[in-house]
Structures are given as structure tokens and as C-alpha cells.
Nanobody, 116 residues
Framework: VQLQASGGGLVQAGGSLRLSCVVS????????MGWYRQAPGKQRELVAV???????NYADSVRGRFTLSRDNAKNTVYLQMNSLKPEDTAVYYC???????????WGQGTQVTVSS
């Protein structure tokens, strides 16, 4: 299973970015797709995740500003990030969980930098 993330970059506070993550490989049944982030000196944290049951959870810090969406036909998950703040600066990682597989899979990370 391979995950290819894209869409990061440098943006001013208040701006927007959209991250994409394409999942490829031996995929039989995706259970969860989501995004995590890790800022310098901090632990990796959940940003948003959606499951095959239709539930989507957001971190309190991004709720109302970020929107997670999923295209099952393309095995792609998106993170639309609006009203970005400097504290959103981090490396963003996509993550996928498969039904019947204990581990999850990570993308390579994409840098998001928000300037004030």
C-alpha cells in the first residue's frame, strides 16, 4: 500500500490550501482515511479522519475551518484548509486503515507553512 500526498506549501494567514492523498497498491477495503500533523518539537496529532461508516472527526483546533472529503472511486482523500493560522504550520501526513489489517499506513508528509 502506497500513499502519495501533495498540496502543501506556503500561504499567508487567512489563506487556503487543499491537500490530496492518493492510495494505491493492494487495497481491498479501506476503513479509515485521514490526516495527521506534526509541528516542530511536538507530537503528531490527529487533524481529521473519516471512516467507511460515514463518520468524520475533527480536532477541535480545526473544526469549522478544515473539511475532509473522500473520493472512494479514486481512493483519494482531501483536506480543504481555510482560514489558515500560523499555528497550523506543520508537516501533514495522510493515514489509511484497512479492514482486517491491524496496522495503518502513512504517506510521506507534506509541509504546510502559514506566515503571519
Amino acid at each position: 500500500v502506497q500513499l502519495q500526498a501533495s498540496g502543501g506549501g506556503l500561504v499567508q494567514a487567512g489563506g487556503s490550501l487543499r491537500l490530496s492523498c492518493v492510495v494505491s497498491g493492494s487495497i481491498f477495503n479501506i476503513y479509515s482515511m485521514g490526516w495527521y500533523r506534526q509541528a516542530p518539537g511536538k507530537q503528531r496529532e490527529l487533524v481529521a479522519v473519516t471512516t467507511s461508516g460515514g463518520m468524520t472527526n475533527y480536532a477541535d483546533s480545526v473544526r469549522g475551518r478544515f473539511t475532509l472529503s473522500r473520493d472512494n472511486a479514486k481512493n483519494t482523500v482531501y483536506l480543504q484548509m481555510n482560514s489558515l493560522k500560523p499555528e497550523d504550520t506543520a508537516v501533514y501526513y495522510c493515514n489509511v486503515g484497512l479492514i482486517g489489517i491491524a496496522r495503518t499506513y502513512w504517506g510521506q508528509g507534506t509541509q504546510v507553512t502559514v506566515s503571519s
